[in-house]
T-cell receptor
Framework: GNSVTQMEGPVTLSEEAFLTINCTYT??????LFWYVQYPGEGLQLLLK?????DKGSNKGFEATYRKETTSFHLEKGSVQVSDSAVYFC?????????????FGQGTELSVKP | GAGVSQSPRYKVAKRGQDVALRCDPI?????LFWYQQALGQGPEFLTY????????KSGLPSDRFFAERPEGSVSTLKIQRTQQEDSAVYLC??????????FGPGTRLTVT
């Protein structure tokens, strides 16, 4: 079945460091790919998405490119801030005839130190 | 703004009790999803509604779990005879297009 695998956390970085969180997926067909973020004490928020191969999603300085050849959707940010500390979830959306239910990775906790 | 709301936010139940968790989706959103998130894990799909029709319940872990959305708006997830392994955060999400889902804050269920 479809699945998402993320790099394990926690990831601890200093402010202004470069961030990469790896995400790979297994899917039949052509899923849409997402990154969701969960800040401490808050609900899941959509960070960015890409709906087809080679699309790049971007938001708040974060980017991820849908790579079909490597089945990957790695999250990157050039310079992290303390406020980026959160748990990040990679997810894929299955085909539309199933309503687009999401399959999530296990989450990667990011801690950014001043 | 009127996002997805869930109630109660926290629920403590004794083992064997029945619980009901409520979700109010964003007005006009056709699709509604329930997910279960165990501690330290990603959310896992439970069930999906399109309007009042439950089109996919493949993720419900046992027949003790039941969900409904009778008028195509508010949804209730019911768990009968709760067990300790049911302790988790239950998330509701709604969607207008079936692609971008908006999540509620979740209900944290603790079964003692």
């Amino acid at each position: 079945g479809n699945s998402v695998t993320q790099m394990e956390g926690p990831v601890t970085l200093s402010e202004e460091a470069f961030l990469t969180i790896n995400c790979t997926y297994t899917a039949t067909g052509y899923p849409s790919l997402f990154w969701y973020v969960q800040y401490p004490g808050e609900g899941l928020q959509l960070l960015l998405k890409a709906t087809k191969a080679d699309d790049k999603g971007s938001n708040k300085g974060f980017e991820a490119t849908y790579r079909k050849e490597t089945t990957s959707f790695h999250l990157e940010k050039g310079s992290v801030q303390v406020s980026d500390s959160a748990v990040y979830f990679c997810a894929l959306s299955e085909s539309s005839n199933q309503g687009g239910k999401l399959i999530f990775g296990q989450g990667t906790e990011l801690s950014v130190k001043p | 703004g009127a996002g997805v709301s869930q109630s109660p936010r926290y629920k403590v139940a004794k083992r064997g009790q029945d619980v009901a968790l409520r979700c109010d989706p964003i007005s006009g959103h056709v699709s509604l999803f329930w997910y279960q998130q165990a501690l330290g894990q990603g959310p896992e799909f439970l069930t999906y509604f399109q309007n009042e029709a439950q089109l996919d319940k493949s993720g419900l872990p046992s027949d003790r779990f039941f969900a409904e959305r009778p008028e195509g708006s508010v949804s209730t997830l019911k768990i009968q005879r709760t067990q300790q392994e049911d302790s988790a955060v239950y998330l509701c999400a709604s969607s207008a297009t079936g692609t971008e889902q908006y999540f509620g804050p979740g209900t944290r269920l603790t079964v003692t």
